[in-house]
């Protein structure tokens, strides 16, 4: 799979909107560094994490276990599976946040908003 990837935190800088379609068009657009937008291949044995990592990037996670939500990103396009998820509750699943530690993408693209641990409604359920 060809993942797209935002860090969360340059949003802000920006003034760039969560919900805005064309996000990703922006940061393609923005001059960013490579760490914080891009795109890698991940391959069939490698969670999301472990992709961004082997690639050289430092990706926030702490359990690797699916129980702290550190690795938490949101999934803009496509589809990551979640085979271990003892954190996110529901209604955070339908907003499209996902755990990388574990989760393997499933549709050939996607583009993720990564390091979103620091959404409020993620740094609530880390208290
Ligand atoms: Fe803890 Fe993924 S690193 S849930």
Known sequence: SRVEYL???VLDDHGWDLDDDDLFGKAAA???DHEDYGEFL????????EA?????FMWPFACRGGACANCAVIV?????????????????IDQDI?????????TDEMQVLYN??????LEELRL
Do not use: F, Q, T, W
């Open 52 to 56: 961004a990592e082997n690639r050289g």
């Open 76 to 92: 803009k396009e496509g589809e990551l599976s979640m085979p271990v998820n003892n954190i996110l509750p529901p209604e955070m």
């Open 98 to 106: 996902r755990l990388s530690c574990n989760g393997i993408p499933v």
């Open 116 to 121: 979103v641990k620091h959404l409020p409604e």
């Open 7 to 9: 860090n969360y935190a």
């Open 30 to 32: 923005g001059d960013l």
């Open 42 to 49: 991940v391959e069939p044995h490698e969670s999301l994490l």
